[in-house]
């Protein structure tokens, strides 16, 4: 088998306009961050997302900075956010110096628990002075960030109920879920603001980039001026307050656009990987396939399977280790950010559900251009080793 093909977990598909586009930056010298690519996206995500206003930035991370800065989160305060996720939101709590509250997530579809958070801010939480007040820490808690993990939405109405009634703002972490859609509304469109990435592993790429979007006008002029350095006066250039310079490039957006142009059939080819695997494998005693809520639209991102051991006889990573030997390229879900040594002060807290996904989960192949018959050695190569 030393020769077989490698298969990888997922790699960027660029077969489309890019090309045309990029070269089109290249030939008028519109290559900086404005430029008229810029502005087509821009438009064309805030369609896709169902919101009035985008704006592009370097990356979902510097786009989900801004959304913190827009929410009011400010040194000492706290943010409720999913453990299982990648670390991005968290990091980007961080830069300001406040706080996350970790929640656990729901065993069926992997996402933040709404239970957790309902009882986290009806019981563990107070209003004093028109403030909310974690009891706990006597910080206040000032938004909630639920990422939808893995292409698949929150269940964001419950959550949002909670939020409404104690007072904070929705910020949804939408980086993974372009396209998703929650009883019919498209992700991005669910909360006050949302944040997108086109970095090289989503479902669309420009190689890196982000976006924010919202239908508060106030808050989409706010991003536009601190994602450009507060600049007040372009002549005498004058500063208005400490800005950032996050702004995506017109290279970058042609590319966004030419990519944003595939985003269906990209979806479609992910929808057809996951009935492949799901269709495979979700018989099989001791594993558990990526499932979908009745109230969901999933864009199936990356399609991932729990894998009991204790039913199995073979872990997760050792069942990584004989498809790695086989070539094939497959990945845990992330540590929980709540035992990341980049979070040392949260390591006593147990978080149940987010730690057996960290040891159960594993990523299958699903590039959008993967074959059926490169799909198939992968199933075959699972079946064979589960049936040792
Ligand atoms: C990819 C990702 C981000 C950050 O996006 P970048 O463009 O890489 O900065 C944020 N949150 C989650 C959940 C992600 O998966």
Redesign the pocket.
């Known amino acids: 088998m030393a020769s077989a093909e490698f298969i990888p977990l997922s790699t960027p598909v660029v077969r489309g306009n890019e090309w045309t586009y990029v070269k089109e930056c290249l030939d008028t010298a519109w290559v900086s961050s404005v430029g008229s690519y810029v502005n087509r996206f821009e438009e064309q995500v805030a369609q896709r997302a169902g919101t009035e206003h985008a704006i592009a930035t370097v990356?979902?991370?510097?786009?989900?900075h801004i959304a913190m800065l827009l929410a009011g989160v400010r040194p000492g305060d706290e943010v409720i956010v999913p453990a299982m996720?990648?670390?991005?939101?968290v990091n980007t709590i961080r830069y300001i110096g406040a706080h996350p509250v970790f929640v656990d997530s729901e065993p069926e579809y992997w996402q933040m628990d709404p239970a957790a958070v309902t009882s986290f801010l009806e019981d563990g939480c107070e209003q004093r002075d028109g403030e909310l007040i974690n009891r706990n820490t006597g910080r206040e808690v000032k938004a909630i960030v639920p990422?939808h993990?893995l292409g698949h939405p929150v269940d964001h109405d419950t959550i949002a109920a909670a939020a409404n009634k104690a007072g904070i703002p929705v910020i949804e972490?939408a980086?993974?879920s372009l396209g998703a859609r929650y009883k019919g509304r498209p992700v991005g469109s669910l909360g006050e603001i949302a944040?997108f990435?086109?970095?090289g592993?989503?479902i669309i790429t420009t190689g890196?980039?982000?976006m924010l979007v919202t239908d508060n006008a106030h808050h989409a002029e706010r991003a536009r001026y601190l994602t450009t350095q507060a600049k007040d006066d372009p002549l005498e250039y004058i500063h208005g307050e400490v800005g950032y310079n996050y702004r995506l490039t017109n290279v970058l957006a042609a590319i966004g656009v030419a990519q944003l142009e595939q985003l269906d059939a990209y979806i479609t080819r992910k929808r057809e990987i996951a009935k492949r695997y799901r269709d495979a494998l979700g018989a099989i005693p001791g594993v558990t396939v990526m499932k979908q809520a009745p109230r969901a639209e999933s864009i199936f991102w990356l399609f991932t399977i729990l894998i009991d051991e204790e039913i199995t006889g073979v872990g997760s990573r050792e069942l990584l280790r004989r498809l790695g030997d086989a070539r094939i390229q497959t990945r845990p879900l992330w540590q929980p950010i709540h035992k990341s040594p980049a979070y040392p002060e949260y390591h006593d807290l147990s978080l149940p559900v987010a730690e057996r996904l960290n040891r159960q989960a594993l990523s299958l192949p699903c590039s959008v251009n993967l074959t059926d018959q490169q799909q198939d050695r992968v199933i075959q190569e699972i079946l064979s080793t589960l049936s040792r």
């Open positions: 990356n979902g991370t510097a786009a989900l996720t990648f670390i991005a939101p990422v993990i972490d980086t993974e944040c990435s086109f970095n592993n989503k890196g980039g982000g």
